[in-house]
């Protein structure tokens, strides 16, 4: 038989551990980022995911030896975005002409970028601002 305490604290340890699992999922951004870095690239638009926790924007844009590279742009969340009315899912497009300014990833291999402003000087829109 099963005591009232054991299903007790069997109960808490399981609230515990479902309350922790969203802040556990969550990555620290100065682990991921120099985040007293910055780095500037000007590419193409790949591809733009619109999403939550973070969008994301894919970007073909010489690297440092000149070599065409993919790099990974870590954005604010679509909700808050979409809340502030700065961005919307139609705000990127393929092909686009980027500016993007961000604090560069620990790995220099992965090619991250946590973006800190976006320009497209064709039609001269703008994003920058609170990650948060």
Same mark, same amino acid.
């Given at each position: 038989? /099963? +005591?009232f305490a054991r299903i007790v604290s069997g109960c808490i340890a399981a609230a515990l551990l479902s309350a922790a699992g969203p802040s556990l999922a969550h990555h +620290?951004? @100065?682990a991921t980022y120099y985040i007293d870095k910055s780095?500037?690239?000007?590419?193409k638009v790949v591809q733009f995911m619109f999403r939550n926790p973070h969008s994301m924007i894919i970007i073909l844009a010489p690297g440092?030896?000149?070599?065409? /590279?993919?790099?990974? /742009?870590?954005?604010?969340? %679509?909700? %808050?975005? %979409?809340k502030d009315g700065q961005a919307s899912r139609e705000s990127l497009k @393929?092909?686009?002409f980027v500016i993007v300014?961000? %604090? @560069?990833?620990?790995?220099?291999?992965?090619?991250k970028i946590r973006l800190n402003q976006i320009e497209r000087p064709a039609d001269g829109w703008k994003w920058g601002g609170s990650f948060e």
């Open positions: 038989m /099963v +005591s +620290s951004f @100065p780095v500037t690239i000007k590419g440092p030896d000149g070599k065409d /590279v993919r790099y990974a /742009v870590e954005w604010a969340a %679509a909700g %808050a975005l %979409a @393929p092909g686009d300014t961000g %604090a @560069p990833g620990r790995q220099e291999t992965d090619h």
